[in-house]
């Protein structure tokens, strides 16, 4: 899969994605991650959850296939081999400040 990415509106409709997002608020595991953050372990304020896609295994939540399917290439090979959610559940939940491309960034600087 390359790295492209478009961006369409109205992709999904608001009654699905309704659907959809209570599906997964209220019918998966989530799980909190202890994690190292600067020098200090600490348990992650957001919760997570993920799914295998190639092959979806039984558990796989209903819209996690719907939605799989509308962005599948069409050419019988699945877009995604896996999915992660993240479940922000208020202001307090969040990922701590980071930077995706330290190095990149920091010869930009120089």
């Given at each position: ?25 209220h019918g ?8 190292m953050y ?66 990149r960034d ?5």
């Open positions: 899969m390359s790295g492209d990415g478009s961006y369409r509106t109205r992709f999904v409709d608001p009654a699905t994605a309704e659907k959809w997002f209570a599906e997964l608020r998966i595991e989530w799980r909190s991650e202890r994690r600067a020098t200090a372990r600490s348990t992650s304020r957001r919760l997570m959850s993920s799914f295998r896609l190639d092959p979806a295994s039984p558990s796989t939540p209903d819209a996690i296939l719907d939605a799989s399917r509308l962005v599948d290439r069409g050419d019988g090979e699945c877009a995604f081999d896996s999915v992660g959610l993240n479940l922000y559940r208020d202001g307090r939940d969040s990922v701590a400040p980071h930077n995706d491309h330290p190095q920091s010869q930009r600087l120089s």
